[in-house]
């Protein structure tokens, strides 16, 4: 079974321009999570899609950034214009439709490494 | 507000030995859960182990065990027969359970070096 994947792997963008990031979730995985990693410090959660629908996105930083999941499927992040302290990984994860309230383990991809220069 | 604190920021341990990675949290939530996920060098987040807060047994997946003692807020990761395989980042994660909140909250990491 296929992981969590994302594109690109890595992204060098200028200030002022932008950027935008996939996210292919595990096959029929309803739940789909975009985290960042900043400057070396925690890993913070973004926003939370139930297939197609934002069910969370009390961790958007700003309007700059914008998620997608169109058909419930991958999801996209694009961030316009890209800042300087935008840069870092970008880490996106999925889990099941829960089977019972508390099934909720993530699973991650490998992350877009973002640098804003 | 959840927080999750790893004190360690980086540890040793020989080939063969068990090593404890500390985490403790933070949380006025009754019913949670606690995650440990390990990043290797190819910068994929794997997930280990998962302990919910009102589970009475400690969580084991092969070689990984939770020490979870709620009393004390701690979940610590205890690896057993330490591999070379098994350098990398670990976190410590956890999320609400009484919501339908699933954002986890992670900690800031710790490196673990394993020495032939």
Redesign the interface.
């Known amino acids: 079974e296929a992981?969590v994947t994302q594109f690109p792997s890595h992204s060098v963008i200028e200030k002022g321009q932008t950027v935008t990031l996939r996210c292919d979730p595990i096959s029929g995985h309803d739940?789909l999570?975009w985290?960042r990693r900043v400057m070396g410090?925690?890993?913070?959660?973004l926003l939370?899609f139930v297939k197609e629908s934002k069910?969370?996105e009390?961790?958007m930083p700003n309007n700059r950034f914008l998620a997608e999941r169109t058909g419930g499927t991958y999801s996209t992040l694009k961030v316009q214009p890209a800042e300087l302290e935008d840069s870092g990984?970008y880490?996106c994860?999925s889990?099941q439709g829960a089977r019972d309230?508390?099934a909720?383990?993530?699973?991650?991809?490998?992350?877009t490494?973002l640098t804003v220069t | 507000a959840q927080k999750i604190t790893q004190t360690q920021p980086g540890m040793f341990v020989q080939e063969k030995e068990a090593v404890t990675l500390d985490c403790t949290y933070d949380t006025s939530d009754q019913s949670y859960g606690l995650f440990w996920y390990k990043q290797p060098s190819s910068g994929e987040m794997i997930f280990l182990i998962y302990q919910g807060s009102y589970d009475e047994q400690n969580a084991t997946e092969g070689r990984y065990s939770l020490n979870f003692q709620k009393a004390r807020k701690s979940a610590n990761l205890v690896i057993s027969a330490s591999q070379l395989g098994d350098s990398a980042m670990y976190f410590c994660a956890m999320g609400e359970r009484d919501t339908g909140r699933r954002a986890l909250t992670f900690g800031s990491g710790t490196r673990l070096q394993v020495q032939p």
Do not use: M
């Open positions: 992981g739940n999570y985290y410090k925690e890993i913070k959660f939370h069910q969370d009390s961790g990984v880490f994860a889990s309230y508390y909720y383990e993530q699973y991650f991809g490998p992350g490494r």
